[in-house]
């Protein structure tokens, strides 16, 4: 049975606007939401849901659609970048599912949405069609302040919709990409400096690791700062490698860390790779956990309902 | 749908006698063979299969009476504490099902056993009558070897079954425990007194933590030894908190921990523990774990066929 999951990216922390959004994903059949989370900080509303290729391509536009009338660009401030309303929609394989078949769902996505909103459309991941498309930091270069001005250089051109400013609604991206791990961590400092300084060492384009980008942001509430990390690949580059380097970086500015967490679900490989390498443990595989060890026998036998 | 697990224990490493045990469960309906493990140095076979109450109930005792048939404990040498062919047998609660049903499952087990076999049955954790009996390490003391002066003492009298010693078989234990984590630490030593220092410091009974056994073995073909310990409620006493005294007491013997394993299945919840632990994650259920969130909406939806 194909699993697809959707990760929408709304420019928004009113927690109307987001039970409004949400619940165009929870009235679609076969489209199943998993997690929500938004905050002041980043005014920024991540969803998780799933479903198959039709029910989660339905999801996507009718929550995006609903984005979009609700929230007005023009008034949005916030600390992570972002290029409008309906920011970044990324389809992810999970299950009996390529990742051709997301960026088929993505290019549906992108298609009609520009042509039902007038919003430009950009594609990214593994949908993006050049290099330099693939990556989401080049396709928000300005962000939504500088638009205007970058949505009509030619190589700047939308994949879908016209190459003309929409002010209230900004610009969409979509795409494929695999599973990723977001994680946040809290720094003891309200020093925006120094954070940003740990969160460079991290990030891939300022000399950090490959398939990491971090930033940093400030927590009024808490008067503290936090790094926002997403790994792309931690398959490749495992997160407890990332932590222990964030922590050297900490050390070096006396800066303790005070806790941390992960943005959104926390996806299984991460969570053994870092008990693997703090317990030093040779070789553990998901099919060696046991509650995923009695899934799978479960389904194999036919005994779920 | 309930689940219940069943981890028999059998004092074999002869891949013919494990082969003709596992048929045993592999044929049995509705039984679902999870995992088994079996080395030479302990001598014996680890298996987990789940199942409902029937088939879990069918399955261990097909199991055990081969294993019966098969396995002569006056040949039996092993690091492992054993009293018999089958040695122990333990039902744990998975899903939809009581600590209670378990133990009315071992009861069967054990009453059956002794009736078919003329084998003495020890019933243990949940299960167990009184406080001592409880406890695995109490009804093994003295081991196969000192059953015979054992079983007639009226302390001692099994819970099914005659006080009568059976040269051949031993005796079985049985019972219901929660799901508990094991986990082997090898260390780069062959140096069995070190080894058992450092076992002796992290067991329960000798100072060491509660709900923690641990043992110390030899490991010939790799001139080693290794720390067998199982943490009975590692909710309570957390994997993350035994490795880490057991990394100061290696310290103390300049002893390197060369490697690790999950005897068996690992828990999500000791994965879960230990990332947290390590990573400083505030909260992390396991339903905020991607797969495992996957799995239960799908459930939810009725979309598993």
Redesign the interface.
């Known amino acids: 049975?194909e699993?697809i999951?959707c990760v929408p990216n709304f420019s928004t922390s009113d927690s109307k606007i987001a039970e409004l959004i949400l619940h165009e994903i929870r009235k679609t059949e076969?489209a199943?939401?998993?997690?929500y989370t938004f905050d002041d900080y980043y005014n920024r509303l991540v969803v998780s849901f799933?479903g198959n290729r039709e029910s989660v391509l339905e999801a996507a536009l009718s929550s995006a659609l609903k984005a979009i009338e609700l929230i007005d660009m023009r008034k949005h401030k916030g600390q992570h970048p972002r290029l409008g309303a309906v920011d970044v929609v990324p389809f992810i394989p999970?299950?009996d599912v390529a990742i051709k078949d997301c960026i088929e769902i993505a290019r549906k996505f992108g298609k009609t949405l520009a042509e039902k909103c007038d919003v430009p459309v950009y594609l990214y991941g593994e949908a993006g069609a050049k290099p330099e498309r693939k990556d989401l930091d080049w396709i928000r270069e300005g962000e939504y302040e500088k638009l205007a001005e970058m949505i009509v250089k030619p190589e700047r051109r939308p994949d879908f919709g016209s190459a003309k400013f929409n002010q209230k609604t900004g610009a969409t991206i979509t795409g494929a990409r695999k599973?990723m791990a977001g994680?946040n961590?809290n720094l003891g400092t309200p020093d925006l400096k120094i954070a940003k300084k740990i969160a460079n060492a991290l990030h891939e384009k300022k000399g950090g690791f490959s398939s990491v980008k971090a930033m940093a942001a400030f927590i009024a509430e808490k008067n503290i700062t936090q790094i926002g990390m997403s790994i792309s690949d931690f398959e490749k580059t495992p997160?407890?490698r990332v932590?222990e380097a964030l922590k050297v970086e900490c050390a070096r500015y006396n800066v303790p860390?005070?806790?941390?967490?992960?943005c959104g679900?926390?996806?299984?490989g991460?969570?053994?790779d870092?008990?693997s390498y703090?317990?030093?443990?040779?070789?553990?595989s998901?099919d060696?956990?046991?509650?995923?060890?009695?899934?799978n026998?479960?389904?194999?036998?036919?005994?779920?309902?």
Do not use: C, H, W
Request: aromatic share 12%.
């Open positions: 049975m699993i999951e076969n199943f939401l998993l997690d799933v999970i299950k599973i994680f961590v997160l407890y932590f860390i005070v806790g941390s967490e992960f679900l926390a996806p299984l991460a969570l053994i870092t008990a703090y317990l030093k443990i040779d070789n553990l998901e060696r956990v046991l509650e995923i060890a009695v899934q026998v479960m389904k194999k036998g036919g005994a779920f309902e």
